[in-house]
């Protein structure tokens, strides 16, 4: 997983801790210090419980595969076309002289692998990235990258639903849902020949049927080291019943002839914020401080 920056718009709040109230009529003896050092020692171990439960990831680094032909690939990808499909494994073109896939048709590539349960308590968020080499055109509209309903999913194409998030073929970033354009950004200067890191960060949120996503651009290195963000899109509250109630997600990135190649292609489920734990610590710090008080 790639370090978060502080000007990442994907980074949470700051998590802020008040200070306890402080009511009339108290015993005497009722020390605010001492009731805050108590709870000073339960906070890491509610923290600790509130972060648990292990985030799902894989990463595709695209070294170890061979050639794809059409309908099929490597174990863990299913790639599907939408036109033509002409993929194959450059053996040193991708980040850091590794190798890459270069497409220079339509191409989904579908993790089939790695089936995403949104329904699952507390991960009910999935992080996708893909690192892609501009071609120095618009054209046609890629990289794409989201979630399908089916591991034979393809971007613009069939009925098994999405969530995506892509540069369009006007050049700006465009957020997607079952193939209909949510919102668009504004037009992107990028450089022919460098390297970009497309980040997608997916929320089913507790409102029936409803999404949220926010797609990031940021510059990267030809190693792969992640630079300044470019631009950042966000759509919320969107409807996508098709996908809602899905317990079999499918990551996937799209690649044509606009994007030469594309490397490390990385998904991480990660549980949501453990707000009824810290709650409890609440509780179990007032507790404290009654004794205290008493």
Not at 36 to 50: F, H, S, V
Not at 59 to 73: K, R
Not at 167 to 182: D, H, K, P, Q, V
Request: glycine share 10%; with cysteine; net charge neutral.
């Amino acid at each position: 997983m790639l370090p978060a920056r502080a000007s990442d718009p994907f980074i949470p709040p700051d998590s802020r801790f008040m200070k306890p109230r402080q009511h009339p009529g108290s015993p005497s003896d009722f020390s605010p210090r001492r009731s805050l050092a108590q709870l000073g020692r339960l906070l890491p171990l509610c923290l600790a419980l509130a972060g648990a439960g292990p985030a799902q990831a894989a990463v595709s680094f695209f070294d170890d595969f061979g050639s794809y032909t059409t309908g099929s690939a490597d174990a863990a990808f299913t790639a599907n076309y939408f036109s033509t499909l002409t993929p194959t494994i450059s053996a040193s073109s991708g980040l850091g002289g590794t190798k890459s896939v270069e497409n220079s048709g339509d191409l989904t590539l579908v993790r089939k692998t790695t089936a995403i349960n949104l329904l699952t308590s507390g991960e009910n968020i999935i992080t996708l990235d893909i690192f892609f080499q501009w071609g120095g055109s618009a054209g046609l509209a890629s990289p794409q990258l989201g979630v399908v309903g089916a591991d034979t999913g393809v971007f613009n194409a069939g009925s098994a639903g999405d969530v995506s998030g892509r540069i369009n073929n006007a050049g700006t970033l465009e957020l997607r849902s079952n193939n209909t354009e949510l919102t668009r950004g504004a037009t992107l200067v990028l450089t022919s020949g460098n390297w970009y890191d497309l980040r997608a960060v997916i929320t089913r949120t507790a409102t029936t049927n409803q999404f949220d996503i926010t797609l990031g651009l940021y510059n990267s290195s030809t190693s792969g080291v992640v630079g300044s963000l470019v631009d950042s899109l966000s759509s919320t509250g969107f409807s996508n019943a098709t996908l809602y109630g899905d317990t079999t997600l499918y990551a996937a990135a799209r690649e044509n002839s606009t994007v030469p190649r594309i490397d490390n292609f990385s998904l991480t489920q990660v549980p949501e914020p453990g707000a009824p734990l810290l709650a409890f610590c609440g509780v179990l710090a007032g507790r404290r401080r009654r004794r205290a008080r008493n």
